[in-house]
């Protein structure tokens, strides 16, 4: 079993930064990929960005150039730098890692940006 343990949420003004954080219960060279996504209210999960095994990086289009997602492998981490944040981005930031067919979740951290 995978467990993933998200942290770094909390409340930031518009145009502030955050950076949430992905701690994976094992080597994440294991995982095909790893990203994070966001739930409004009453909407469905969207992807937000991204990274492969083997680096390559993918963005939802309202996050590019704002949001850079990282990894650290000594330390079975995964980040996400927020910059430029918009109220608009006020959502639950859920951490995912594939591996194979299967998908594992973290518990999500809430991210508020206020106007």
């Known amino acids: 079993q995978v467990q993933l343990v998200e942290s770094g949420g909390g409340l930031v003004q518009t145009g502030g930064s955050l950076r949430v954080s992905c701690a994976a219960s094992?080597?994440?060279?294991?995982?095909?990929?790893m990203g994070w996504y966001r739930q409004l209210p009453g909407k469905q999960r969207e992807l937000v960005a991204d990274?492969?095994?083997?680096?390559?990086?993918d963005y939802a289009d309202s996050v590019k150039g704002r949001f850079t997602i990282s990894r650290d492998n000594a330390k079975n981490t995964v980040f996400l730098q927020m910059n430029g944040l918009k109220p608009e981005d006020t959502a639950v930031y859920y951490c995912?890692?594939?591996?194979?067919?299967?998908?594992?979740w973290g518990q999500g951290t809430q991210v508020t940006v206020s106007s």
């Open positions: 995912y890692a594939q591996l194979f067919a299967s998908i594992y």
């Open positions: 094992r080597s994440i060279f294991l995982f095909n990929a």
């Open positions: 990274i492969t095994s083997g680096g390559t990086t």
